[in-house]
């Protein structure tokens, strides 16, 4: 009898355990489908408030989303603390404004580049070239090294783009347009500008979960946790952390190049170190190691910086001292903060 008792009780224990992650998983895939649902309609609530100022920052957050998110591949998953990821974020930009120009100097060199089609894959096929040669050289570093020599790469290509005159040198360039897209499209409203990076985000992202959830990202998560191990047992760990650090650094060059068509303007600035720092930021306040870490974080820190820069000229400090305080209280970014709330729900 009393066996039989406690038989009942441990299924009724493990029912209710399990109807309880049921409803935790419930919470993220919910909250997923409600932001996008939100996000969908953004631009026509923004239309009908006459605030469609608003369309073009969101979308700078959604560019500066996906940016953060490849850095979170080799960041987070990886455990590659890279120093240089702009240098493809703004090397994305360069390359993209480099053949809008060509175009429009009627050079002919690449016809057809204007097409979105056309420059987007050729910008981000040459920054996973660039992330080929840097990470080849980089990845045989570990620690301290390789973040000082991932640095020390940055700022060469940013140097080199300042000393090249013909594309602005260190005043930037102007693009004058932004790409074109076809099906009777155009991205020069702002909407459907919005809408194109929205899906490209979400597409993206769709990639990053796949690709983290593979047999891939199961061994680059062990390199992260243990690369000693890895070796021991047969894995060639420089191998996948090369290859890793090239989709990183080609899907931060689709960032930028998105970056460049929304400003229709480059800067040098998109290359230095500062920028590099900007987006590890975004990937610890949000969640080092956790899908969405980036989005997060990059959505937290555009917005303080847009809000407080409304109300005082010193809005740096503050910021800098909100972030320090988030940090403090969500030492795990404030995806595990929130994770901790729905006890284990959000993934």
């Keep these: ?183 009777g499209l155009s991205l020069s409203d702002d909407a459907t500008f919005y809408y194109v990076v929205l899906a490209l985000l979400v597409v993206s992202m769709m990639l990053f979960r796949r690709l983290v959830h593979s047999r891939f990202g199961n061994v680059i998560r062990g390199i992260r946790e243990n690369e000693t191990r890895m070796e021991a047992i047969g894995y060639d760990t420089y191998r996948y952390k090369l290859v890793c650090f090239v989709i990183a650094g080609s899907f931060a060059g689709l960032a930028g190049a998105l970056l460049a068509n929304q400003n229709t303007f480059v800067s040098p600035r998109m290359l230095d170190w500062h920028q590099s720092g900007l987006l590890i930021m975004m990937v610890i306040l949000g969640g080092v190691g956790r899908l969405w870490g980036g989005v997060v974080g990059a959505v937290v820190i555009l917005l303080l910086e847009e809000i407080l820069s409304e109300y005082t000229l010193y809005w740096q400090f503050w910021l800098g001292s909100l972030l320090l305080f988030l940090i403090i209280v969500a030492p795990k970014g404030l995806i595990g903060l929130a994770d901790r709330a729905f006890k284990g729900g959000l993934k």
């Design 1 to 183: 009898m009393t066996s039989t008792l406690v038989s009942i009780s441990s299924k009724a224990i493990a029912s209710a355990g399990d109807a309880a992650g049921k409803r935790s998983s419930l919470v993220p895939t919910v909250a997923g489908l409600g932001l996008l649902t939100a996000l969908l309609l953004f631009p026509s609530i923004a239309a009908a408030l006459d605030e469609t100022f608003y369309v073009s920052f969101v979308t700078r957050i959604l560019i500066f989303a996906l940016a953060a998110s490849s850095l979170n591949l080799i960041l987070g998953f990886g455990g590659m603390v890279s120093f240089g990821h702009a240098a493809f974020f703004g090397g994305g930009a360069y390359i993209v404004g480099m053949l809008s120009i060509e175009v429009t100097r009627d050079i002919g060199l690449l016809p057809g580049t204007q097409s979105a089609w056309v420059a987007w894959p050729t910008t981000m096929l040459a920054c996973a070239l660039m992330a080929a040669l840097i990470g080849a050289i980089s990845l045989r570093t570990r620690g301290v090294s390789f973040i000082m020599i991932t640095l020390a790469f940055a700022q060469m290509i940013y140097y080199l783009f300042v000393s090249l005159k013909t594309y602005g040198g260190d005043e930037g360039m102007n693009i004058g347009t932004r790409s074109t897209i076809g099906f």
